[in-house]
């Protein structure tokens, strides 16, 4: 069974306050987008166990995967007997705030599910996906939505029109979003993005009240930003070459511009990857992911 596991974007990101157990409360807008890490799911009649193999030599293949770990919390509550073989194409960066990893134990929840008629709904597969990781029901959900409380109150929202391109740069640098959290400063934090203003426009269909200054924001990047100036000089290339808006996407490093002219995000896209050559530069588009 093949699946398609898509890599989000945040079109904003505001954190709200730092709760006594070290949980940070988050309104924000998560958007699927057209890249996508390959996943095939086969079943090993009368053979249990879980094999995963990936293109990556650098990713875990055992149950440090957030695939593996997803089929293996399903697949042990139904007391599945079959094994399963995970055959995982990593195509979205690692560790890049594109929340690659969740998106991929998103995947294995819906194809174990599938594949061993375990007869679970979206709503039920969501609560299992939040014991694997703050992002992953949402990942489960898909499309576009509002992520409130620790990343588990989620809002479905229209998606943005789908005739915006999305470019994506990741400069090689690794980003631990763990350390990003734990650095932020909530308290000294000048600027917070008018999330509720962003719903609207996406309800309006308004790509310029998406994009509009103080609207698609990520207040993280006050932290990943200032350790990594090549954050905001990317932007500024986004912004030169045309872009609506550019910010970073979660806890970083990759940096995404709004383009709605499809000729000058191509045109961008190559100027970058000319221009930074360490980078990993995508065109892509919003998406409303693979569905339960
Ligand atoms: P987020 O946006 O949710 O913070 P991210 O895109 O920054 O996520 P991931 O690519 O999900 O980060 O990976 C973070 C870490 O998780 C990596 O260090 C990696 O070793 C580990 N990991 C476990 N399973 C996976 C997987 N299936 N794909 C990628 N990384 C994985």
Redesign the pocket.
Known sequence: MFLR?H??INLSLDVLRRREDGYHEVKMVMQMTGMY?RMNLLPLKGRPGIRLS?N?P???ADE??????AAKLLMDEFEVTDGLEIR?D?F??????????????AQALIGVNRLFGLGLDTAELMKRAARI???VPYCVMGGTALSEGIGEVLTPLPSMPDNVCILLCKPNI????REVYTALRVDQLDFHPDVDAQTEALRAGDIRGITAKGVMYNVLETVTGEKYPVIKSIENDMLEAGALAAIM????P?VFGIFDNADRAEVCRNSLRRTRPSARTFLTWPAGGEKV
Do not use: E, F, H, R
């Open positions: 596991a890599a989000k890490d990936t990556l650098y990713i875990p440090n995967n957030l695939a593996y770990k995982l990593k979205i960066p690692v560790a890049a705030g594109l929340a690659g990893g969740s998106s991929d134990a990781g703050a992002d690794n980003v631990s979003t996407s979660g806890s970083g990759t």
